[in-house]
């Protein structure tokens, strides 16, 4: 499906000739956060929108949808997690509640909060964190592949494994990464590279060392659920789940043929959901 008819002026036309958004131009800079000394990555004017990445994946996933986003006026902010690229910080002993502090230490050096926090994957738990934790920061949360209760069928948490870990073969790597990650017929190459295993194994432990009701409602923010139809990763019933017990206060949207790489397989779709459920909020900062 083309989400091209419902993207600002400035991508229409490139859209519609199949083309890719503008390679983004960032300003950076480098947040304090106790311990952790975190790289950031911003781009754009307008209100803001913070992006955290999967669990041992760079922010660069997050790059398509946030071409999208600062086409149609946001300003996109997007940390390097610690222990990755240019951000620095213990790894040993971290909960969700670090990992969150790191990402309200961001938020209030953009001088911004309160902003509109999207994250994938284990992302979206640290969102949801945040939200809890410190719900000034937090205009609305938006989560992708939301996970949490309804856990993978043991042949997905397997090819999980392979797909991520350092010494699999190059071509069990590709199969099982698709298996894991990918709709039948997407590119699963974006994933063959680009993990890291101490910084996956870190966020994993910190996941597992706090419990989910610290961060599953994401306290009492607005919440956008935007789940792929053909996730086995973190199935949709997570985000049906979300929606039916947070009523009103969430909005669930489906992607059909997209999986857990969402915001890879079909930015545009994803695009189109956040700047649709923006629009319903009420004037931020």
Same mark, same amino acid.
């Given at each position: 499906m083309s989400y091209c008819h419902a993207l600002s002026a400035a991508l229409l036309a490139a859209c519609m000739l199949g083309a890719a958004p $503008?390679?983004?131009?960032y300003e950076t800079?480098?947040?304090? +956060?106790? +311990?952790?000394?975190?790289? =950031? !990555?911003? @781009?754009? &004017?307008?209100?803001? #929108?913070?992006?955290?990445? /999967?669990? /041992?994946? $760079?922010?660069?996933?997050?790059? $398509?949808?946030?071409?999208?986003l600062v086409a149609s006026g946001y300003r996109a902010v997007l940390p390097e997690p610690?222990?990755?690229?240019?951000? @620095?910080g213990p790894l040993a002993g971290l909960t969700l509640h670090d !990992? +969150?502090?790191?990402?309200?230490?961001? #938020?209030? +050096? %953009?001088?911004?909060?309160? =902003?509109?926090?999207?994250?994938?994957?284990?992302?979206?738990? #640290?969102?949801? %964190? *945040?939200?809890?934790?410190?719900?000034? !920061? *937090?205009?609305?949360?938006?989560?992708?592949?939301?996970s949490g209760k309804v856990q993978p069928a043991p042949e997905i948490a397997k090819a999980l494994e392979l797909a991520a870990a350092p010494n699999t073969p190059p071509d069990v790597r590709r199969q099982a990464a698709m298996t894991a990650w990918f709709a039948p017929g997407n590119d699963p190459t974006p994933w063959l590279t680009g993990w890291s295993e101490p910084v996956r194994e870190a966020y994993r432990a910190a996941a597992a060392? @706090?419990? #989910?009701?610290?961060?599953? %409602?994401?306290? &009492?923010?607005?919440?956008?659920? =935007?789940?792929? !139809?053909?996730?086995v990763s973190a199935p949709p019933a997570n985000g049906r789940l979300l929606k039916k017990e947070l009523g009103d206060r969430a909005r669930l949207v489906e992607i059909p043929r997209v999986a857990h790489?969402?915001?890879?397989?079909? $930015?545009?779709?994803?695009?189109?959901?956040v700047l649709d459920y923006l629009a319903t909020l009420p004037p931020g900062r």
């Open positions: $503008p390679r983004l131009v800079s480098f947040v304090q +956060a106790g +311990a952790a000394r975190l790289h =950031v !990555l911003s @781009t754009g &004017k307008g209100p803001a #929108i913070v992006l955290l990445p /999967g669990q /041992g994946r $760079p922010p660069q996933d997050l790059e $398509p949808m946030a071409a999208l610690r222990g990755m690229g240019q951000s @620095t !990992l +969150a502090g790191d990402v309200a230490a961001v #938020i209030s +050096a %953009t001088r911004a909060a309160p =902003v509109v926090l999207v994250g994938h994957g284990l992302g979206n738990r #640290i969102a949801r %964190t *945040v939200a809890a934790d410190r719900p000034e !920061l *937090v205009r609305a949360v938006v989560l992708l592949s939301a060392a @706090t419990p #989910i009701a610290d961060w599953w %409602t994401a306290g &009492k923010a607005p919440v956008l659920i =935007v789940q792929g !139809l053909d996730d790489a969402l915001p890879l397989e079909n $930015p545009e779709a994803v695009a189109r959901a």
